[in-house]
């Protein structure tokens, strides 16, 4: 469930109808909803809280500070991939105590400014990296709680591109291999065992993968103990699937009694990882119809947001609903139209031709779902700059990343010596 819902014939983000940031700021922009985050985290929350559950928002969804900062304040923790985000994390009030790094390609400089901030643990994803961490956490005199994240060989069975709990995907300590680096890991310098961690993929609808990596999981955690290592953490990473269309993925509740059936009698403290669940349905992006292009095969609504600012459709061909911002009158005829965007790339669309009653130029769209693994995916491609993130209250509304201008973006570039003059 989320807050974008019509209201007096005009789509509202909670109590701020859209047209009115449109008119405030431009198009086009992300419009996050503040209830919208509260309840999903909350709805998660209560899922769990039958564990001794910590639930670490995975940064990497959506990285605006307003939106770590909501979070922040019903106590999540994070999940964070690079310093980039450690900072995020930290800027937005999450605590170093509730930070998990991840990330299957840490530097030696990224080790040393999580063990700096003080991160609750760092999740090791091979051999090397450990050795690495070792070496970086014996120079600063520190200690690094770890869990070595292992690859249980699961099929998520979700887009190829996102699986990452298969044996051929780069994440993750080979299964037969994880024994043999924790008992690598009890000898070296500056490392302390702490858990295990698990993550194989995302956007899963699925409870069947997770059921079998978490048994395996489970099942370690045994043999891990019983090899005499001090085991009282366990990170179930995320993944949790959300609606885009019309899958039906299993609820936070259904997940929640899995997870407890299978992880709660190990006495560990269970860390959770969710991105998409919290923050996908959290946020639109709203988008003004530039021209109708009616064409002998097709008929093309050319909008000024584009692929570069929400990849999704044309990455993993995934679907994203598009709503007009002006409720269509009930029985209002319908149009097949496809929404695409500027660049010149015929991969540049929101996806297939949708029904849509007739828009004309100047008319307001809204892209949904694209609270995460929207904006944090952006590029300036076709000198196209970033656009800007609002988030709604109620019935108040905040820029919280103002748009970025080519002149911004202008200024970071300089001619070399030789070309000048
Ligand atoms: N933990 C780890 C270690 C991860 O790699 C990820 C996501 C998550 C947690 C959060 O997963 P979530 O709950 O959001 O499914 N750009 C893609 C999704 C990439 C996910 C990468 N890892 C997309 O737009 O579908």
Known sequence: MDHFQ?????????????????????????????????RHYQVFADAVSGLDATICYAVKANGNIGVIATLARLGAGADVVSVGEM????????????????????????????LKAGVLQINVESE????????????????????????????????????TGKSENKFGVDWDAVPGLYAQ??????????????????????LEPFRQAYGLIAGLVETLRADGHDIERVDLGGGLGIPYEHETPPTPE??????????????????????????GNAGILVTRVINIKKGVARNFAIVDAAMNDLMRPTLYNAHHAIWPVTEPPVGAEEMEIEVVGPICETGDTFGKPRLLPELEAGDLVCVRTAGAYGAVMASTYNARPLVPEVMVNDKAYAVVRDRITVDDMLAREQLPDWLQG
Do not use: W
């Not at 709660?264 to 969710?274: K, M, S, T, V």
């Open 254 to 279: 259904e997940y929640g009694a899995m997870v407890q059936s299978i992880v709660g009698d190990l006495g560990c403290r269970i860390f959770f990882e969710p991105g998409r669940l919290i923050a």
């Open 87 to 114: 900072k995020r994390a930290l800027t937005g009030g999450v605590p170093a105590s509730k930070i998990v790094f991840s990330g299957v390609g840490k530097t030696a400089d990224e080790m040393a400014a999580a």
């Open 6 to 38: 019509y209201a007096n014939g005009e789509l509202c983000a909670e109590a701020v109808p859209i047209r009115q940031i449109a008119d405030d700021i431009g198009t086009p922009f992300y419009c996050y909803s503040t209830a919208t985050l509260e």
């Open 185 to 206: 890991a009890r000898d070296l310098a500056g490392i302390r065992v702490a858990g295990i961690a698990v993550h194989i993929g995302s956007q899963i609808l699925d």
């Open 128 to 163: 090397q990296e450990l050795e690495t961490l070792s070496q970086v956490a014996a120079s600063l005199g520190a200690e690094a709680a770890i869990a070595i994240r292992a690859n249980p060989d699961v099929d998520a069975l979700t887009h190829e591109k996102i699986a």
